[in-house]
C-alpha cells in the first residue's frame, strides 16, 4: 500500500462519525488534496471549545465564516465577534467563482451558494440591536474583576452593592453606581458608617478614577436599560437554521477594556442562565470570539482566573467558545489545554522568536508519522490549515493538513442599503433599541439629598429667626418703666418732696 493510500485509509478510520458532523475539508499530503478524503468536526465534541490561528491573510476568517454557517445550516445558533467588520456577508448568498469550484472539485463536495439568516447587534452608537447589561446585573465581583481592584477595594464594592439591596435603590447605569460612591464618603458618611463601618476616601477616590476610565471607553453605552436577554441568541428561523448573530465592533478596536467587559458579562450571563446539558449530542450555541488577543492582553491577573473558571465551566451549558487569533501564544496556556479543535493557518518564520513559537506550536498537536509538524506550518498556503479535532468519544483525531472547503456565502461586507435592509428586517430592534432610565440610584439618592438640604435650611432658618426674636424681647423696654426709671422724673418726684417736707 503507497503512502498516499495508507494516509486516505488512517483518515477515514478517524473521522468515521455515528453522529452528526460539519465537513471542514480533505486532507493533503505532499501538497496534493485527497479527494474524499474528508475532514469531520463532530457535532457532539463542539462545545469542547476551539482555536482558529494563523498569520494575516492565510484565511482564519473564512475558516469561521464556514463553521458559522454549517453550524446554522444545522439548526445552531452562533455568535460572531466582527472586529474586522468582514463577516456580514454571510446573510448575502457566495456570487461564486472558478477557483471556488476548483477547490469543491479537489475536495470533493458540491458547491452551493446560499444566505443565512443573520441579527446584526451593537455595543457601540452603530447600527444593530442595542447590547446591554444594568451594573446590578453584572454585580460587585464581576465588577471589581474588570475594574482591577484591591481586596479592600472589591469590600467596599460589595458595601455599596448591600447598601443598593437593602436600601432598594437600583443600579443600572455606571452614573448610579458612582452617585451611590460618593454619597458613602460625602453626605451619607455618618449612615454608611454606622449601618456598615468606616468607608475610606481615598479608596473610593480611586474606584472612582477606574470608572471614569471605563466610561471613557464607551462602557456608558452598555451600562444601562433595556438589558439583552441571552436566549435571544439561541433563535431558530421558520426554515429550522439557527440565527448568526454578528457584533460590529469595527469602532471599538481600541477599546479593548469595554471588549473583555462585554464578554466576561456575556459568558458569566450565559453560564447563570443557560440550563445544565452535560455531554449532549449538539451544542446549544457557539461563539466566536475573533481577535481573541484583545481579551487577554490587557486583562489582569484576577480577570485571566475569572475568564479560565468560566471556559472550564461553561462547556456544561451546551456553549462552544472558540478563540481567533494569529498566534496560539496570545491565548494563555490555562485556556489553551480546555480546547478541543484547532484549526492552524500558516504561520510566519521571519526572527528567530517566531521559529521558536513554530516550535512550540507544533508541539501542541498529536504525532503523526505523516507529517513534520513544524515544517508543515511555515509551508500552508491561503485556506489551508492543519486540524486537530476530538472524535465522538473525546479522543484526538489524526492530525490532518487540510484543505479547507470555501464559504457558501458571500465573502465580503454587506453594503450599507443591505445592512438597512437586515436590520429592517429584525425583530430585536425593536424590543431592545427604545432606550430607558427610569428612576435608579442616581434619581433617588439626589432627591433625597436635595431634601435632607433643604430641611437643614429650613431649620437655619426657624432658629434665626427664634434667636433674633428672642433677642428683641429682652432688649426692648416696657414704656411705663421707661417713664418711671427715666432721670426727669426721678429729679421731677426728688422736687416735690422736698417742698412738701420744707
Known sequence: MGNKEKFFEHLEQGYAMKGDYITVGAGMLEGETLTNAYVKVPLKTMNRHGLIAGATGTGKTKTLQVLAENLSD???????????????????????????????????????????????????????????????????????????????????????????????????????????????????????????????????????????ELEQQGADLFFGEKSFEVDDLTRIDENGRGYVNIIRLTDIQDRPKLFSTFMLSLLAEIYATFPEQGDSERPELVLFIDEAHLIFDNASKALLDQIESIVKLIRSKGIGLYFVTQNPTDV????????????????????????????????????????????VLTSLGTGEALVSALDEKGRPTPLAATMMRAPMSRMDILSDSEIKEVLGKSKLIKKYNDEIDRESAYEILTEKIERAEKEAKKGKEEKSTSRRSSGRTSTRMNPVVKVLTSATFIRGVLGVLKKVIR
Open 332 to 375: 494563555p496556556d490555562e485556556v489553551l489545554a480546555q480546547l478541543g479543535l484547532k484549526i492552524q493557518h500558516a504561520l510566519r518564520a521571519f526572527t528567530a522568536k517566531d521559529r521558536k513559537a513554530i516550535k512550540l506550536t507544533a508541539q501542541n498537536y498529536p504525532i503523526t508519522e505523516f507529517y513534520d509538524t513544524a515544517e
Open 74 to 212: 444545522k439548526g445552531i445558533p452562533v455568535l460572531l465577534m466582527d472586529l474586522k467588520g468582514d463577516l456580514s456577508g454571510i446573510a448575502q448568498p457566495s456570487p461564486g467563482h472558478p477557483k471556488i469550484d476548483e477547490r469543491q472539485e479537489k475536495i470533493g463536495l458540491p458547491f452551493e451558494a446560499k444566505g443565512f439568516p443573520v441579527e446584526i447587534l451593537s455595543l457601540s452608537e452603530q447600527g444593530g440591536v442595542r447590547l446591554r447589561a444594568t451594573v446590578s446585573e453584572f454585580g460587585p465581583v464581576l465588577l471589581s474583576r474588570i475594574l482591577d481592584l484591591s481586596v479592600t477595594q472589591e469590600g467596599i464594592v460589595a458595601v455599596i452593592f448591600k447598601y443598593c439591596d437593602d436600601n432598594k435603590l437600583p443600579l443600572l447605569d455606571l452614573k448610579d453606581f458612582k452617585k451611590v460612591l460618593q454619597y458613602a464618603t460625602g453626605e451619607g458618611k455618618e449612615e454608611f458608617q454606622k449601618a456598615y463601618g468606616r468607608i475610606s476616601t481615598s479608596s473610593t477616590g480611586t474606584i472612582l478614577r477606574k470608572v471614569i
